[in-house]
């Protein structure tokens, strides 16, 4: 902001008393605040079409693809990415993508996990009975609304109604790709992981950063949708539901191999997923 932007001009006389340049003040935080508020708008309106056209060309959860794709979309003097890729495919043959949207890592293992479900119904049983059932109450008795997760439970429990019903790989894609189906999953499997934090309190303190409690991580960094996960919320995860987990790393780092980590250590993991900076898919071998 200038002076000179103004439609008044001032003397350099000492007649500008106090009153005016209390108005005088008051006029540049007045303008200041407007082109910062704008600025903002101009801001939120950009993450909405950028959402927007994710939204668009990314469903939620998508048909199992060939590994293969994974090539295209990185340059072909992409050394590094692409020796990844091959690195992969020694391993895995299919992929399984997940919107970007902050809530991919929740998507991606409800997915993955409900799908292995259709064909163990051992699996299925031991897991319905003793671990999913009893979930709610658990996160009640630790001071969670009853009322407030009881929707998202019950959406969370007619899933796995369906994979005991035997239900098609193709109607649990469609109920992920359900907008309301699959931001509900999530949010439980979001509940569920601060639960298991909040319980093992004296455990996790020790990585969390910037002094807060677990509590207020859980509140500020797991509990609100869009927030992205890293190796604290994957054990929390993997251990509230006793569902060991493989991810694959593949990032800019030296060498041509991807590097992978179980959770918990030394489990027999259940689900595949690829981690990409910031971003979750399921991989199939």
């Excluded at 200041?32 to 056209?53: K, P, S, T």
């Excluded at 999913?132 to 009640?140: E, P």
């Excluded at 929390?236 to 250590?265: C, K, S, W």
Aim: net charge negative; hydrophobic share 40%.
């Amino acid at each position: 902001l200038r002076l000179k932007d103004f439609d008044f001009t001032l003397s350099v006389s000492k007649t500008f008393d106090s009153l005016s340049l209390s108005l005088f003040t008051s006029i540049l935080v007045y303008l200041a605040g407007v082109n910062c508020l704008a600025y903002d708008e101009a801001i939120m309106a950009q993450q909405d079409r950028i959402q927007q056209e994710i939204a668009t060309t990314n469903p939620l959860v998508s048909d199992r693809q060939d590994l293969n794709v994974l090539q295209g979309e990185y340059a072909a003097e992409d050394t590094i990415y692409q020796l990844k890729i091959k690195d992969l495919h020694k391993k895995y043959s299919h992929i399984r993508k997940t919107r970007p949207d902050g809530n991919c890592f929740y998507r991606a293992f409800g997915f993955a996990h409900l799908e292995s479900l259709l064909d163990d119904s051992k699996e299925l049983q031991r897991w319905f009975k003793a671990v999913a059932a009893k979930s709610k109450l658990d996160l009640v008795n630790q001071g969670f609304t009853e009322f407030t997760i009881e929707d998202f439970h019950n959406t969370f429990m007619d899933l796995i109604e369906l994979c005991e019903k035997q239900q098609s790989l193709g109607e649990m894609l469609s109920s992920f790709n359900d907008q309301s189906v699959s931001d509900y999953i999530v949010v439980y499997l979001r509940l569920l992981t601060s639960g298991y934090l909040q319980r093992e309190h004296v455990f996790f303190q020790h990585f969390i950063e910037g002094g807060r409690s677990v509590k207020e991580f859980c509140q500020q960094e797991v509990e609100p949708m869009s927030k992205e996960s890293d190796h604290i919320h994957i054990i929390a995860l993997a251990q509230a539901l006793n569902v060991p987990i493989l991810v694959e790393y593949m990032d800019r780092g030296e060498g041509g191999t991807v590097n992978h980590h179980i959770f918990p250590e030394g489990s027999e993991p259940r689900i595949f997923l690829l981690y990409r900076p910031g971003h979750y898919d399921i991989l199939y071998k």
